[in-house]
């Protein structure tokens, strides 16, 4: 993760301004909600909302909408900073090597790290590295603000996570697994690819084809089986842990509307909750899927490290 570190470290300011408009995005988002729940209280008890509060409501609407917005295209911009500069120190890299070197370069195993690791890296980044910096962010605020107005509700409608947390890094674990056996499988069929454009005057020269063919076709067959394995593996585990976030859904709901029966709790701040549990429990529920993906990054750029380099200042826009 050095490098990741490096790449950022060149862009730290769009990096902060990225991180700042990710929290607040999820603070006007929240506090609109607020705003929203005083409305359906006002309503609940019988008065119509006075023109000011559905006024202020809509421009907090606008004030999320610009802001979500911005935080999209400074990420975006963020993301493609980093890409950008990772594919030009990659080129850099091979612009420094002394001739000799250069000669001794497999140009399979090069072209093969560009169109499988570069292109992996640069998707991630672009998918999910923001994102899940955004619902990091999401998850504390809300979770802080859960805490500030009922602790009890908070605790009795996610005190199953704990043990739904469990089955999440169990099967966090499994999908690693597979993730790191279908990688396994392409660099196999990587290197066999390399071994093809080394020898193809000999293979040529001897009519080999037939043996070399077979042989590509038995790695590309065992890369594509350990492939739809980890998808495989991955859906159905993930479909598992998305019916298990229903369940503090569904507490949140029973508990939540017995308080509002007895008068503990407003109708508005129980919309609230039942609004904003997304961004508690959802987080919890998709870390199968996010250490997965971070796992397969994380392999990634440990494989180009030593093949990125990176001088100075970013100035080769």
């Known amino acids: 993760m050095l490098l990741f570190i490096k790449l950022v470290h060149r862009r730290v300011f769009p990096a902060l301004a990225a991180l700042l408009f990710c929290g607040l995005s999820a603070g006007i988002a929240l506090v609109w909600n607020l705003q929203l729940g005083t409305i359906i209280n006002t309503v609940s008890a019988g008065v119509f909302p006075p023109f000011g509060a559905v006024r202020t409501a809509f421009v907090l609407l606008g004030i999320t909408g610009v802001f979500n917005y911005l935080k ?17 120190g990659y080129a850099r890299h091979f612009a420094t090597l002394p001739v000799c070197e250069t000669e001794n370069l497999n140009a399979g195993q090069e072209l093969s790290r560009l169109q499988n690791e570069i292109a992996d890296v640069s998707a991630y980044i672009n998918a999910n590295l923001v994102q899940l910096a955004d619902d990091g962010i999401k998850f ?13 509700l908070v605790l009795f409608a996610n005190g199953p996570c704990i043990a739904i947390l469990a089955y999440v890094v169990f099967s966090s ?13 392409r660099g196999r069929m990587n290197k ?5 454009l080394t020898l193809f005057p000999v293979i040529k020269l001897y009519n080999a084809s037939g043996m070399t063919v077979a042989g590509y076709d038995n790695e590309t067959g065992e890369w594509e089986k350990q492939t739809i394995t980890a998808e495989f593996v991955q859906a159905r585990l993930m479909s598992l842990s998305g019916l298990l976030s229903t369940v503090p859904l ?3 709901l029973l508990v939540g509307g017995r308080m509002v029966i007895n008068g503990a709790l407003t109708i508005g701040v129980l919309y609230i909750f039942l609004n904003l549990s997304r961004n508690v429990s959802g987080v919890m529920m998709n ?31």
Not at 140 to 152: M, P, S
Not at 173 to 181: E, L, M, P, T
Not at 192 to 196: A, G, M, N, R, V
């Open 140 to 152: 504390f605020i809300t979770l802080i603000w859960f805490f500030t107005v009922n602790a009890r």
């Open 192 to 196: 066999y690819s390399d071994s093809l």
């Open 287 to 317: 870390l199968p899927g996010y250490i997965a993906a971070f796992r397969r990054f994380t392999a990634n750029m440990k494989l180009l490290e030593p093949k990125v380099l990176l001088n100075g200042r970013s100035d080769d826009h």
């Open 250 to 252: 569904m507490i949140l």
């Open 72 to 88: 999209n295209h400074i990420s975006g911009y963020f993301c493609e900073l980093i890409t950008h500069d990772l594919r030009m």
């Open 173 to 185: 674990k499994i999908i690693g697994s597979a993730v790191r056996k279908s990688q396994q499988a």
